[in-house]
């Protein structure tokens, strides 16, 4: 695979961003009613992260992830860049302010275990502590077993049921971790 890049969503990228979704959770049977598919988000990633204490990341690869970050006026993806897979953080709704929530992490099928997981991960701890947040938390399912072990080494721990209100009831599997 080409070198890999971390950077933040522009709205360019949204429809890139919506298959890599749409691909990656019927994988594992995440499809229907209480998951992340489904929200109203995944059509315009780019606006919904558009705020406070909330940033949305790509993983690019292909020629232009070894190239300097583009303006955004630049538009669609430089020519050999793919994005193969996403993250993002903000606040946990329902929360005291200062949790806030792992959002759409995943990687399409080709990017894994490469790295990509690592720096979406550190990219999304970073920015959610430079935003102030105190704590982090995820909501997963019992069949994604590689992403958990992913924030298991990121120093996530095992709840024992959901906080806030994320809307996601389709999850079995929820994770928090100091920053």
Request: glycine content about 12%; proline content about 7%; overall charge negative.
């Amino acid at each position: 695979m080409h070198p890999m890049r971390i950077r933040p969503i522009t709205s360019a990228d949204n429809r890139a961003v919506a298959q890599v979704i749409r691909t990656v959770m019927p994988e594992f049977n995440c499809v229907g009613e209480g998951f992340s598919i489904n929200d109203p988000e995944v059509d315009d990633m780019a606006a919904h992260y558009n705020s406070p204490g909330a940033t949305f990341f790509v993983l690019e690869t292909g020629a232009a992830a070894g190239a300097p970050p583009r303006p955004p006026e630049w538009g669609e993806l430089g020519r050999g860049a793919e994005i193969v897979g996403c993250a993002g953080f903000a606040p946990l709704t329902g929360s005291d302010g200062k949790t806030c929530e792992l959002r759409k992490m995943y990687l399409l099928p080709s990017a894994r275990g490469q790295g990509g997981g690592k720096m979406l991960m550190t990219a999304c701890l970073e920015g959610a502590r430079q935003a102030g947040y105190t704590q982090i938390y995820l909501e997963t399912v019992t069949a994604m077993e590689t992403a958990q072990q992913v924030y298991l080494r990121s120093g996530f721990r095992y709840i024992e049921g959901p906080l806030g209100a994320t809307g996601h009831s389709g999850c079995d599997r929820f994770m928090i971790r100091d920053l």
